[in-house]
C-alpha cells in the first residue's frame, strides 16, 4: 500500500547487517501499488541490496507505482541530513515502472531530502554513499533516475550502470530526464542505454546539474530522441547544465 518506509534498523551485537531482498525462483514477480508519493521508500536506511537476479542471472522481480499523479516514485531514497542519508544501497536487475510517462514528476527512482518535495526542484539529500543503480530496465515514467547530494555532503561512489531506460512503444517510454544527476564525486555512468523519447517536451537522456566532479561517462547508447511539437525545444543527449562546483 506505500503505507510503510524502510527505515534505519536498531541494530544489537557486531552491528552492520544487511538486507536483501530477492526472487526464491526464476519466476517472474510483480510487486505494485498505488500510492501518491514513493511507493518504496528507504528513509535513512543503509546496507540494502535490492536483487532481481535469481542465481545471478535475470530481471525477476517487477516495481510498480500505478499511481498517475505528479510528485509520485516507485523507488524513493530519503536522507534525513546531514550522516542521515542512505549508504550502501545497490538496485539492481529490476523492472521499474510508475503509472505515467506524461504527468510532470513522476520518476522510477528518486533520491533527494525528506524536506523537499518529489520533484526535480528538490534540493538533494546529505549523505548518499555508495549508491548503485545496475542493469535496471526503467520504462513508463516521465523521468528515470533523479538523485542528487548536496554542495556540503556530495555523493560519493555512485554508480549508474547497465541500465536500460525507455521502451520500444511510446505508451511506455521516458519523456523528460532518462537521469538527472548532482552533486556527486566521481560518478561512474557507464554501459546505459536511454532511447525512444518522443513526447513533447525538452527532454534529455543524461542529465548533470552542478557540483560534478571527475565523472566518467562510457559506453552508453543514446538513441531516438525527438522533439515532436513546440512545448520544449532541447533534444539533448549528455548535458552539463552548470559550471558551477565542477
Known amino acids: 500500500t506505500g503505507e510503510s518506509t524502510l527505515n534505519q534498523w536498531v541494530e544489537q551485537g557486531a552491528g552492520n547487517y544487511t538486507l536483501t531482498i530477492q526472487p526464491d525462483a526464476a519466476v517472474n514477480r510483480t510487486i505494485s501499488g498505488t500510492y501518491k508519493g514513493g511507493l518504496f521508500r528507504l528513509s535513512g536506511a543503509d546496507r540494502v541490496l535490492i536483487d532481481g537476479r535469481y542465481n545471478g542471472s535475470g530481471n525477476y522481480l517487477t516495481f510498480i507505482n500505478n499511481k498517475d499523479t505528479n510528485t509520485t516514485a516507485t523507488f524513493q531514497l530519503i536522507s534525513l541530513g546531514a550522516g542521515l542519508g542512505c549508504t550502501d544501497i545497490t538496485i539492481r536487475n529490476c523492472n521499474i515502472k510508475a503509472g505515467s510517462n506524461t504527468v510532470t514528476n513522476v520518476f522510477g527512482i528518486f533520491g533527494g531530502s525528506s524536506t523537499g518535495s518529489l520533484t526535480t526542484g528538490n534540493a538533494g539529500g546529505a549523505d ?27 555523493m560519493n561512489n555512485l554508480i549508474v550502470s547497465g541500465n536500460i531506460i525507455g521502451a520500444d512503444i511510446a505508451a511506455e517510454s521516458i519523456t523528460e530526464y532518462g537521469m538527472y544527476l548532482g552533486y556527486v564525486n566521481a560518478p561512474q555512468v557507464t554501459n546505459n542505454e536511454v532511447f525512444n523519447m518522443f513526447f513533447d517536451v525538452s527532454k534529455w537522456a543524461i542529465y548533470f546539474t552542478q557540483n560534478v566532479n571527475n565523472a566518467l561517462v562510457s559506453k552508453n547508447k543514446i538513441h531516438n530522441i525527438k522533439q515532436p511539437g513546440t512545448t520544449g525545444y532541447n533534444s539533448v543527449g549528455i548535458y552539463f547544465s552548470s559550471a558551477t562546483g565542477c
Open 128 to 154: 548518499f554513499d555508495n549508491i548503485s543503480f545496475i542493469e535496471n530496465h526503467i520504462y513508463d515514467t516521465r523521468n528515470g533516475i533523479f538523485i542528487r547530494g548536496t554542495s556540503t555532503d556530495q
